[in-house]
């Protein structure tokens, strides 16, 4: 067989590689790629182990992002997803036209690997009839969907009609292939009512070894009252007690092989679509039979300790991690603490790949209220636009990542020159459905080798989740603040915000003993406009006004509607000149406005201001009351007539 250059990449999708059947074809595919200078990026998710739809569905997202035209290849573990997935994978592999295997599931147009699974499932319960006597068998199920699973439990059904043993649909348990599923199969034939099964059937070990546990603490005992087999002779079946009559299936062939049809595909060759795999039945304790060949004792308590270690340290790391990331006040500050934990996982390289929009919050404005749903931040299937790359570490450090790139690239550096071949592994970052990003771990033991790996990847997401709640909680407290702030109509201080504001200047120049300047300038005419065109209108006119004096206001004065048809211009260092000059821009600006507006009414102001250097105890809103009696002075010389009968009365 040729070597194969660096440069071929074969794409992996699987769910749940912390289980044995997962890893096992993983092992096989790496040790074939090792061989043969192939590079393998995996797509990985982990769906099923929380009983949460909405969890599973931000799961899967991960399969989203492999665009197949960037790979020379696919494999996929389709017995570990469902078969929508399958299928519209098989679809966009299509598209991209590279040859593609699918173990365990058949899919039209793509390469099979296959086990046969019924020969030796019929060997299994012929054995348990015809060697043991037993006639009341049960049978817990994988997944009705799952091709598999239903060869396994036609070829149960089968042995039993051959020896015409009846069986009730109350002995049949229908699971998921998961531990929890030998569990919840138990405690239904307990609540049964039928008679208690001599033989258990299952159809794989994870829900066959939780059977006998449960079991166990039911008084039951293994073999004695009850005897149990499963399917695919993992290693916990193996050195369980009692250790499991089972089935041998060759997993790691079939990894090695998948990679391998591939290569050799991609070399021209011709090759069949179709490979069968055979499985060989091991009769062991739980049948009562001798024990098969199982690992040495010492050995056994060596791994175990081992293992038990690992588990240990990367519980504290993970602890530690999360205690850290939770600390953060800053993205600055929680992506550096993450760098930290990321060197920990011994790692060649790690790129977290976050949405662009990530963090935005999830309620936009929309006419002047938030509250609206914004689905352009609210991402559950595929990514956004453009990813982000915070955490790039290769070549031995961490690198500088300012630019963005199109989720289509999947990584900038998918494809790059080594002197060896790479394992990336692509997970998800999401909170429930809601997708955040990914990261890609390159060349590391910690996705394999370690049980905390998915929780690892869960703190991850969670402390995101929280930052982005964080970034989301500051962004509606400034909108609050906003809205204490600013005059709603018009986009201006209103009268809380403009004491704030104007109060830090007015304090300085008591101190300084520098001058201040308010000008107030009422509205004229807003309740004609009013009358005669609407309240819009008139809303329209103070819109107007409001934006003529930001625009007139040319030294960062404070522009404020202090409410109604009131507006005040507060500023410091301000002489007469000055005074004068914005009163000019103020007037050259209503002439602008009522020439082109296009609207039956003019716009028009009455102005007064004040200017003094305020003595120690005085407030700006004395200053205000003398700015608003000179405009008032200003209003009574332009239309004498209008305040004769107010001479002698209190303004109100």
């Known amino acids: 067989m040729p070597k194969y250059s660096y440069e071929f990449t074969i794409a992996v999708i699987a769910s749940g590689i912390d289980e044995e059947y997962q890893q096992s074809i993983l092992r096989g595919i790496h040790r074939y790629a090792a061989q043969h200078q192939v590079n393998v990026a995996h797509f990985i998710a982990f769906s099923g182990s929380l009983p949460n739809p909405k969890y599973d569905q931000g799961e899967y997202n991960i399969f989203e992002l492999p665009n197949f035209s960037l790979f020379d290849g696919a494999i996929l573990l389709s017995n570990t997803f469902s078969g929508e997935i399958a299928e519209e994978l098989q679809r966009r592999i299509r598209a991209a036209g590279i040859p593609a295997v699918s173990i365990d599931r058949e899919l039209e147009d793509l390469y099979y690997i296959g086990v046969q699974n019924d020969s030796a499932m019929e060997q299994i319960t012929r054995h348990m009839i015809e060697e043991h006597g037993v ?43 998961r531990s929890r599923d030998g569990r919840s199969a138990i405690e239904s034939f307990l609540s049964s009512g039928l008679s208690f099964p001599q033989a258990i059937v299952c159809a794989n070990d994870a829900m066959a070894v939780s059977a006998v546990l449960t079991l166990e603490e039911n008084g039951i005992r293994c073999p004695e009252d009850v ?28 990894g090695a092989l998948a990679c391998e049809m591939i290569c050799r595909h991609a070399a021209g060759e011709t090759l069949e679509r179709r490979a069968l795999l055979n499985a060989v039945p091991i009769f062991s304790e739980s049948c009562g039979c001798e024990p098969a060949d199982t690992e040495d004792i010492n050995a056994y308590k060596k791994r175990s300790y081992q293992t038990t270690e690992a588990m240990l340290r990367d519980i504290s790391r993970n602890n530690q991690m999360a205690c850290a990331l939770v600390e953060c006040d800053r993205l600055d500050e929680y992506i550096e603490t993450l760098k930290q934990f990321v060197l920990k996982t011994g790692c060649e390289e790690f790129y977290l790949c976050l949405n662009d929009n990530w963090h935005v919050r999830q309620i936009r404005q929309e006419g002047g209220y938030a509250g609206v749903l914004d689905p352009d931040t609210y ?5 956004s636009g453009r990813m982000i790359m915070p955490i790039a570490y ?10 963005s790139f199109s989720p289509d690239e999947i990584l900038p550096r998918l494809r790059i020159d080594s002197d060896r071949p790479r394992n990336l592994f692509f997970v998800p970052l999401h909170f429930r459905e809601r997708c955040l990003g990914y990261f890609a771990i390159v060349n590391s033991e910690f996705p394999m080798n370690s049980a905390m790996f998915h929780s690892w990847s869960i703190t991850i997401s969670n402390t995101l989740e929280n930052f982005r709640k964080i970034l989301c909680l500051d962004e509606i407290v400034e909108e609050l603040d906003k809205l204490y702030a600013i005059d709603s109509l018009t986009g201006i201080f209103n009268r809380n915000g403009f004491k704030r504001s104007a109060q830090v200047v007015f304090d300085r120049c008591i101190r300084e003993r520098r001058s201040v300047m308010v000008m107030f300038a009422d509205m004229d005419g807003l309740k004609s406009i009013n009358d005669s065109y609407g309240h819009a209108a008139g809303d329209r006119a103070l819109r107007s006004i409001a934006g003529l004096l930001q625009t007139a206001c040319t030294r960062g004065e404070i522009v404020c509607r202090f409410g109604g048809d009131e507006f005040f211009v507060f500023c410091e260092d301000y002489t007469e000149e000055d005074v004068a000059a914005l009163r000019s821009r103020i007037l050259k600006g209503l002439e602008i406005c009522n020439a082109y507006s296009g609207t039956p009414y003019q716009l028009s102001l009455s102005m007064g201001a004040c200017i003094t250097v305020p003595p120690e105890g005085s407030t700006i809103f004395q200053l205000i009351t003398l700015a608003d009696n000179k405009m ?9 007539s209008k305040y004769l009968k107010q001479i002698g009365k209190p303004k109100t």
């Open 135 to 177: 006639t009341r068998l049960n049978f817990i199920s994988g997944p009705d969907s799952n091709t598999e699973s239903a060869e396994r439990f036609e070829a149960f059904c089968r042995v039993l009609r051959e020896h015409q043993i009846p069986l009730e649909p109350e002995r049949v348990y229908h699971g998921s292939f």
């Open 227 to 254: 005897i149990v087999s499963g399917f695919d002779n993992t290693y916990k079946a193996r050195n369980f007690s009692p250790a499991l009559t089972t089935v041998e299936r060759p997993l790691i062939q079939s």
């Open 379 to 383: 991402i559950t299937e595929g990514y």
């Open 394 to 403: 290769f070549d031995g450090e961490f690198q500088q990542t300012d630019a």
């Open 632 to 640: 008032y002075e200003e209003k009574k010389k332009r239309n004498p």
